[in-house]
């Protein structure tokens, strides 16, 4: 007969976080995400991510875009926590700045994202070439 020991390792929920960074840009390549827009999107995301139990890695506003890194202790899909930030944001953002509502849509932000898993800040390059797709996706 045959023996083995079994041995239970303890576990912890770090041992199974997923990390993604996360980029929007506006909706409008003459939105200029300024510091008032910029302080207030990064406030946003830090009271979303508190009432989800996410946990932002880094956070950076610049003039075309708004990128950002999330742990999560727990599964979840890609489109389930972008779908939240971006359509929340948006809510906020068009309540607080009306004069960035344009009446032909509720979505401040481009469509689409970019998510890479991890939390590294995407290359520059990567980001430029990102803008420029959809930017040629809109027809701009």
């Known amino acids: 007969m045959i023996s083995f020991d079994i041995v239970n390792e303890p576990t912890s ?3 199974f976080s997923v990390s993604y960074t996360c980029l929007l840009i506006p909706r409008s390549p003459l939105q200029d995400l300024n510091n008032e827009l910029s302080s207030s999107l990064q406030n946003w995301l830090v ?6 139990h996410w946990q ?6 610049r003039e ?6 999330l742990r999560f202790s727990s599964p979840i899909q890609i489109g389930q926590f972008m779908k939240e930030i971006r359509t929340r944001t948006s809510e ?4 607080h700045f009306s004069d ?19 939390t590294r800040p995407h290359p520059q390059a990567l980001i ?11 027809g701009n």
Not at 64 to 69: A, R, V
Not at 100 to 118: E, K, S
Not at 128 to 138: F, M, T
């Open 13 to 15: 929920a770090e041992a």
């Open 47 to 52: 009271s979303i991510c508190e009432s989800k």
């Open 100 to 118: 960035l509502r344009d009446g032909t849509t509720t979505d401040f932000w481009a469509p689409g994202y970019l998510v890479v898993l991890g």
């Open 92 to 95: 906020l953002v068009l309540d």
């Open 128 to 138: 430029e070439h990102y803008i420029k797709l959809i930017r040629r996706q809109q």
């Open 56 to 61: 932002i890695e880094f956070q950076t506003v």
């Open 64 to 69: 075309g875009y708004f990128q950002w890194g």
